[in-house]
């Protein structure tokens, strides 16, 4: 079939009814910093879907209209397990009324108001933070003390962040080719990113009854000082991504989801 692509959905599913409040390893302030994510992811995703599908006939090589298909039906199910895990919040106390809508919302304005293309050149950058963040996962071994869950809900979806890493890029490209088109866009998807995250860390880290400030703050120092804390490779992906002549294949780190899947396929 015409458009066909290695990049598909994986069957997977994933039992929450039994993680902790504190998954990674009894430490509040990481497992929050994670649990934020699922927030953006939820309808981040699904945003990422809709206007990538609005794309499809605008794409004439075969090869990239197949993984264009494969980055659509892997970031679907991506969000569909992150809205699952958001109802296991829910009943632990952590849900913030009001910040999923506000982010449903927000994404459906940029889809009124920015044009395709501009939709494009945003996932194209947030792509390259989740690939940063997934390899840095693998290779810190964040998550070592994590419920196995949750361990195995976060590396499969890194292993696929790192998977298809490139193909929003090579959309992009396709569509609207610029150095200063790609670079103005990645600014505004970095600071939308960063500030929506920092947010919510914060609201989730005032909702969690326990946990005190001082053991959320005596994590957040551990993780700084063994780098549990993803500061050094996100601001790597970043000055990467400002170069002229950057291509997300430069990142040497599609052994990690390959070693991933063959293990779990051996498992």
């Not at 920015?114 to 494009?120: D, I, N, Y």
């Not at 989740?130 to 996962?137: D, E, Q, S, V, Y």
Request: net charge neutral; hydrophobic share 45%.
């Amino acid at each position: 079939m015409s458009g066909e692509s290695k990049i598909a959905p994986r069957s997977v599913e994933f039992d929450f009814d039994r993680v902790p409040v504190h998954w990674v390893g009894d430490r509040p302030f990481l497992t929050h910093l994670l649990n934020a994510l699922h927030f953006l992811f939820e309808h981040g995703e699904r945003w990422f879907c809709d206007a990538f599908r609005e794309t499809l006939p605008q794409i004439q090589d075969t090869r990239l209209l197949g993984e264009v298909r494969g980055f659509i039906a892997q970031e679907a199910t991506h969000s569909h397990h992150h809205t699952r895990f958001l109802a296991r919040l829910d009943s632990q106390g952590l849900n913030l009324p009001g910040v999923s809508e506000l982010i449903k919302r927000e994404l459906a304005r940029w889809q009124r108001w920015a044009s395709l293309h501009s939709q494009v050149a945003m996932i194209a950058g947030i792509e390259q933070y989740t690939a940063m963040l997934g390899a840095w996962i693998f290779a810190q071994d964040t998550l070592r003390d994590a419920d196995p869950v949750m361990r195995d809900l976060f590396l499969w979806h890194s292993a696929e962040e790192i998977e298809h890493k490139s193909v929003a890029f090579d959309l992009l490209q396709a569509l609207r080719p610029g150095y200063f088109y790609r670079v103005a866009h990645f600014a505004v998807a970095s600071t939308s990113l960063f500030v929506a995250w920092g947010l919510i860390l914060m609201l989730l880290i005032w909702r969690d009854k326990h946990a005190s400030l001082r053991e959320v703050l005596v994590d957040f120092a551990r993780a700084l000082r063994d780098g549990d804390f993803p500061l050094r490779p996100v601001l790597r992906g970043a000055v990467r991504y400002l170069k002229p002549g950057f291509h997300p294949r430069e990142d040497d780190n599609l052994h990690l989801w390959t070693n991933y899947f063959a293990s779990r396929a051996g498992s």
